[in-house]
């Protein structure tokens, strides 16, 4: 990998990473951990470069945000070897944030972060819009499915940890760090009581 990597996802096994750059315009590959064996190489014609990948917890889908002269999100199934039908989700001025697309633990629904503070909900099999969450006044860094799949925390360059009702589309915490730091990546604990932030100043809030 080099510094034109713009998506690296890794599988829930950790057997294999995928990944897509720049210099990769509308494909993205997949090699073995460990040993760097390609594996796969996936060809997306239609759209730009990836910005964002995730891996299914089930192992089986590989999921992809494309940014370029719009914005989409497909979903590749590495079973079958086959991609759905990409979905338009915004202009490349309604950009998919790097890094903020994410699967609920049941492999199931998709959520990614937008250049505009939205975060927008997926069925994942169809790629249909089913959720819409707006609280964030600047750009939605990243986004994460509680491990029970009933939240979704995300946090933005607003300074702001938000945590989401993932069936109601409903807000139900606002958390903002003291100095109200950008904000660019949220976990959760394997049990779903806490969060971690981390921030643009190097410090990371619980």
Known sequence: LDEMD?????????NWYAYGNAHSFRQAS????????LLERIEISGVGWPVSLAASPDGRYLAFAYGGDSSNVLTYDLYQKQRSMRQRIGSWR???KRGSLAWDAASRRLAVGMEDGRIILFDALTLKQDGLLIGHRAPAQATVFSPDGS???SCASDGTVRIWDADQYVQLVVLRPPGNPSLYS??????GGQLAAGATTGEIYI
């Open 6 to 14: 713009l998506a690296v996802a890794v599988s829930s096994r950790g």
């Open 30 to 37: 997949i090699r073995r951990l460990g040993t760097n064996q």
């Open 94 to 96: 309604d950009r998919v």
């Open 151 to 153: 939240r979704i925390a």
């Open 186 to 191: 949220v976990d959760w604990s394997p049990d």
